[in-house]
């Protein structure tokens, strides 16, 4: 079992930053992929970001791309996404997600791909 615990979420202005967070406990952090993903209301759980165990290699979805940043300290056990020039489109709950892959060098897009689940943070960008 990973145990998944987001924080950072909040109420920003849009243009504004927020760094989010997410504590790994449980087994070998560094045996992740890891993700975030965000859903809003009446929306389908969408990918943000991930990056290998590695951390070598990153990936986004089209709609933050240039904006946000996904790493990962695999020594805290912590990945974080830092978002900048937020909009009001990126209201939304904001999960981050493990998965347990074998390749350096390979993470998922697809939500169901992911084996574990934080509780999620709420992100709110007001106009």
């Known amino acids: 079992q990973v145990q998944l615990v987001e924080s950072g979420g909040g109420l920003v202005q849009a243009g504004g930053s927020l760094r989010l967070s997410c504590a790994a406990s449980?087994?070998?952090?560094?045996?992740?992929?890891m993700g975030w993903f965000r859903q809003a209301p009446g929306k389908e759980r969408e990918f943000v970001a991930a990056?290998?165990?590695?951390?070598?290699?990153?990936g986004y979805g089209d709609p933050v791309k240039g904006r946000f940043t996904i790493s990962r300290d695999n020594a805290k056990n912590t990945v974080y996404l830092q978002m900048s020039s937020l909009k009001p489109e990126d209201t939304a709950v904001y999960y981050c997600?493990?998965?347990?892959?074998?390749?350096?060098?390979?993470?998922?897009?697809?939500?169901?791909?992911?084996?574990?689940w934080g509780q999620g943070t709420q992100v709110t960008v007001s106009s």
């Open positions: 449980g087994r070998t952090f560094s045996n992740y992929a």
């Open positions: 990056i290998t165990r590695s951390a070598g290699i990153t």
């Open positions: 997600a493990a998965d347990y892959i074998v390749s350096s060098i390979w993470f998922n897009t697809r939500a169901s791909s992911y084996d574990y």
